[in-house]
């Protein structure tokens, strides 16, 4: 990672809570607009979003559910072997899982972790410890007892929201969930779609501002290692585009319109699924693209997303879209007016 994205966070601009225990809507979180051919920055309110937005624009939408996928669980039964927190990262296509083993107690990855162990859940479930993963060593491949949508209602019913330092209280897990939300499978929340109400959705729908909906199942952010964060490692998420949405990018494009991403997610599966023309194509698999500055956008022309943290393999996606200065200058600003970080924080539009 270049030096343009080693800055300094103040701690007090990290989101503690949801906006709406903060006293406003969801909606009414910050917006800080950046126009991609000037580099010209505005600042205004969320709800405020479609004085930037045109008819025929198509804003695409990640209409993933977020799991609570912080499972508590212990080795060989609580008596006898070390309890853990299982922080579920990916399901696999043979229907195993990727997941982040962290100890209670002591060195997080300290606990003995071992190929062949079992780990006892509650409600008599149970996962067997496969392998390391080859690509991140961090994470581990689980076998659990039961598969399909019985084990996704157990997820519902045992897990929790994962949760990081930053945030104040475990939060309950609606407040991890966009409103247009549908299918089970993300480990955190595709937060850029966050702030969208039912009410301005609707709003920009009569204003003839188009929606289309992907979904790609979220990974985990970090993988508690500082180490192994800054590497980022290319993570490998699954994703599902419909031949309608296919549709309505391309007839977008084709009629003048802007195809504005909403999420970096969405950045990732478009862009796996257009072809060297930008035309994007029906599309179902696991994605390990990486989107850098040297990557050419095919699909996508603008992006709403949330603000990043120093290093975060985000800001090199961002940089397909402006240069490292142009972000940069963005950022120094969002902090000296105080913006607010992570899932819970304001919002930067690229148009």
Known sequence: MGAP???????????????????IRRDQVRLLVI???TGKIEHTRFDKIDSYLRQKDLLVFNSSRTLPASLRGCSCGARHGPCMEVRLAEHLPDDSWLALLLCEQGDPF???LREGMQIEFAEGLTAAVLARDANIPRLWKLHFSISGTQLVDLIYRLGKPIRYEYVSAPWDLDYYQTVYAKEPGSAEMPSAGRAFTWKLLLDLKR???????IILHTGLSSYMDDELDRAHPASEEEYFISQITAEKVNSARENGGRVIAVGTTVVRALESAAD??????????YTRLT??????????DGLLTGLHEPEASHLDLLSAFLSAERIRAAYEEAIARKY???EFGDLNLIL
């Open 110 to 112: 300290g606990c003995g």
């Open 5 to 23: 994205f080693a800055f300094t966070l103040p701690a007090e601009l990290s989101a503690k809570e949801p906006p709406e225990r903060r006293g």
């Open 207 to 213: 204003r003839g501002i188009e929606s289309a909906y």
């Open 340 to 342: 607010l970080w992570h």
């Open 35 to 37: 126009e991609r051919a």
């Open 276 to 285: 060297s023309d930008g035309c994007v194509h029906e599309k179902q698999g």
């Open 291 to 300: 989107i850098d500055s040297q990557h050419r956008l095919k699909a996508v």
